[in-house]
Structures are given as C-alpha cells and as structure tokens.
C-alpha cells in the first residue's frame, strides 16, 4: 500500500470489496427480475380466486412492493459504493469521515457508514 493512497485498504482488500460488489449487483439484479415480475398487475377472476385468496394475493403484493423498495434501496447503495471506488473515496463514512474497517465493508460492501454512525 502506498503511503499516498486516498483510502486506507489495499489494492488487494478492493479488489475483493469490488468483486464482492459485483457479485451483490449480480444476485440482486435476478431477485429485482422475479419482484417486478410479481409486481406486474393480476387479472382478480372473481370466481376463479375466493375472497379469502384475493386478500391473500394482495397482502402478498403490499410484501412485494415492500421488498421491492428495499431492492431500490440497495441498488443505489451498490451503485454508489461502485462510484465512490472509482473516484478513490470507498471506505470513507460519509457521516463522520472516518475509515470504515474492512471487516465491516467485506460483509456489507454497499455501506456508508462506520459502525458507529449506521
Ligand atoms: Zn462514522
């Protein structure tokens, strides 16, 4: 590691956080495929479905929508993460400013925030 470098991981540790990255953009990506899927709106056959599924199927849609935010949500972290690596600012809190451990961005790359400050 370089005694210049703007982050205190190696090229070594970011290297892995990037592929560790990519491999949650991947998984998330196909999840994302299945939620819209599920999203999409249903034809409600009023004699094919009772009453009791119809609430059923809508309550199963208010979980989807509600898992479908936190995909959104978990995109843009992902995508961020992506940039700030680009730029040579990944690893830094963006709440105090303080160096984010490498334990805790190798469990969740996409983070922000210091353990203290998420
Ligand atoms: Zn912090």
């Known amino acids: 590691m370089s005694v210049d470098s703007p982050t205190h991981l190696t090229d070594g540790q970011l290297g892995a956080l990037r592929d560790e990255i990519d491999r949650q953009l991947a998984k998330l990506q196909r999840?994302?495929?299945?939620t819209n899927e599920a999203l999409r709106p249903v034809e409600l056959d009023q004699t094919a479905v009772g009453r009791l599924s119809r609430i059923?199927?809508?309550?199963?849609?208010?979980l989807t929508r509600n898992l479908h935010q936190r995909e959104q949500i978990s995109l843009a972290l992902l995508l961020e993460a992506l940039k700030k690596m680009e730029a040579g600012a990944y690893g830094?809190?963006?709440a105090c400013g303080s160096h984010i451990p490498f334990e805790r961005l190798f469990v969740f790359p996409e983070t922000p925030d210091?353990?203290?400050c998420g």
Do not use: E, F, I
Not at 56 to 62: M, S, T, W
């Open 31 to 34: 999840s994302m495929r299945v």
């Open 56 to 62: 059923d199927l809508l309550q199963n849609q208010g």
């Open 114 to 116: 210091c353990a203290a």
């Open 92 to 94: 830094v809190c963006t």
